[in-house]
Structures are given as C-alpha cells and as structure tokens.
C-alpha cells in the first residue's frame, strides 16, 4: 500500500476541472447559458459555468455541484460529451476540462440564484468567449445535433401536447437548418411515436393545428434507434 501511495505522490500533478454547458430552448431559439468570466485577461467576455475538481469528488459529481451552487437547479440531468486537454488552453497553465451537457426546456427550469453575470445566450451568437469555450460548446452542440436525430431529446422541450409546427421548429432550432415541412411530417408519422390527441390549438394567429403527444412508453419498449434518419 505504502508503494502505491509513493507511486501515485510522484506523478505529475495537474488540474482537472469539469465545464457544463447548459442548452436551453425559448421562443423557437437555441440558447447556452453562460457567466461572464472573473479572469482579467478575459474581462468582459462570456464562459461557461466551471470549477476544479476537488480530490474527494467523482467527476459527476463536481459537475452537479457546480450547476447547483451557480444556478441553484438540481432537476437537471447531465452527459459527459468530451476531454479537453489543449496544452494552452488555460492562460495560467496546464488543465485539463471535462464537458457535461444537458438539455432543457428553459421555462420548466428557472433559475433559483440570480447573478446578473449569469445569461442565457443564443449560440449562433457566440463568437470570441474566454478560454477555449467555444470550442468546447461547438463540440457539444455537434453531439446535441447528432444526439437529436437518435433519441427523442427534443419532446422534452416541447409542451405535452404540441402541433407539428412547434416540433419542426423546434428541430429546426437545434439542427441550423430549414426542413421541408412535408417530408419532416412524413418522417415522424412513420416513426409511429406521436398520438393525435383530438384537439387543436388554440390563440393561434395562423390556422390552428393538431396537438399530439409523444408516446414515450411505446418508444421504450420497441427500443427502436432513430439512428441514419435524415430530415
């Protein structure tokens, strides 16, 4: 035992820190949330939320710890997407990130502390940001895209019941692309995974559509991958 300790005491020593990247969704838009950074070489620009690793924690749960202690949310659910380890991607030296990421509804998801550095940003905005944390929401929105087009991520932003319109919207938002109505419709009602509940929309300006649900029981248990659907 005394040698293992000897062993791991002359490693290298160097921070490990976790980075989470919060999607969120609102009014037909992509949106990050992100702090502006307390570094004097990166005043004034926007970071996301991070901290170091303490040395009793386990990765997943320093993620969590640092979006409860910032944001004050803990119904939050988080993937780690991606290790970063650039030589220089930290101005103070050597760290290593890991990524979490996580998907939500932002109006189901309100913020419990209120800082005025703390924002909701849409990502098509983003362009110069501290450290290397765009790259590092770049990488995530790839996997959010891809992730999409496998798995019904994306119902969970969504109302219980919701037209075809705010679901094309929706993926629309998050793939950066315009979908030809007809055959985005077409691909879902083939799937068989939405229920037409019998009632419209209502105050609406444009001419009410059906609502559905998304049968998520069904999903589960036919186990099916949406992997190689292309809209």
């Known amino acids: 035992m005394a040698d293992a300790v000897q062993l791991v005491q002359s490693y290298p020593q160097m921070p490990l820190t976790v980075d989470c990247v919060i999607f969120g969704f609102e009014e037909n838009k992509l949106k990050v949330l992100l702090i502006r950074s307390d570094l004097e070489v990166y005043k004034g620009k926007w970071s996301l939320l991070g901290d170091i690793v303490k040395s009793t924690e386990e990765l997943d749960d320093a993620a969590y710890r640092v979006l409860r202690e910032r944001t004050g949310m803990t119904d939050v659910y988080l993937k780690q997407v991606q290790t970063f380890s650039k030589l220089n991607r930290h101005p103070g030296g050597r760290v290593v990130t890991v990524a979490y990421c996580s998907l939500l509804n932002i109006r189901h998801h309100e913020l419990q502390i209120t800082d005025n550095e703390l924002h909701w940003q849409s990502v098509r905005s983003l362009k110069d940001m501290a450290f290397d944390h765009k790259e590092i929401i770049d990488a995530c929105y790839n996997w959010l895209q891809k992730s999409i087009q496998e798995h019904p991520l994306g119902f969970n932003l969504l109302p219980e019941k919701f037209s075809l319109r705010e679901l094309q919207n929706l993926y629309e938002a998050i793939l950066n692309v315009e979908l ?49 659907i292309d809209f």
Request: charged share 45%.
């Open 180 to 228: 030809d109505r007809r055959n985005f419709r077409k691909k879902f009602f083939s799937m068989d995974f939405l229920i037409d509940t019998g009632e419209l929309e209502e105050d609406v300006k444009h001419r009410p559509g059906k609502l559905y649900q998304f049968n998520f029981d069904k999903y589960e248990k036919s186990k099916r991958k949406w992997i190689g």
